[in-house]
């Protein structure tokens, strides 16, 4: 995706950076360990009906990390900032 691609989708997700020109992340913080675990397993079954799998951190007991990029391009694609959306409405 073009850089110009990529700053328009980035304006429709909230709080997502780009890393590096080829992925987009984003932290997300909880009161628990027990929440945030919820979270990590909500967003596997979202990115599993995707068929688009990111890369998830949880550290600090309650904080996770999210970061995607579509390996096959080696880049961003369209199913990242898709992928970003539906993570947001969890």
């Known amino acids: 995706?073009?850089?110009?691609?990529?700053?328009?989708?980035?304006?429709?997700?909230?709080?997502w950076e780009v890393q590096g020109g080829i992925k987009i992340a984003k932290e997300f913080s909880f009161d628990d360990f027990e929440h945030a675990l919820t979270f990590v397993n909500a967003v596997g079954r979202i990115a599993e009906e995707e068929g688009h799998h990111p890369d998830i951190l949880l550290f600090d007991?309650?904080?996770?990390?999210i970061t995607l990029s579509t390996h096959a391009i080696g880049g961003l694609s369209m199913n990242d900032f898709i992928l970003a959306s539906k993570i947001d409405r969890i």
């Open 1 to 15: 995706m073009e850089k110009e691609g990529v700053q328009k989708y980035l304006t429709l997700i909230s709080g």
């Open 61 to 65: 007991y309650k904080h996770t990390r």
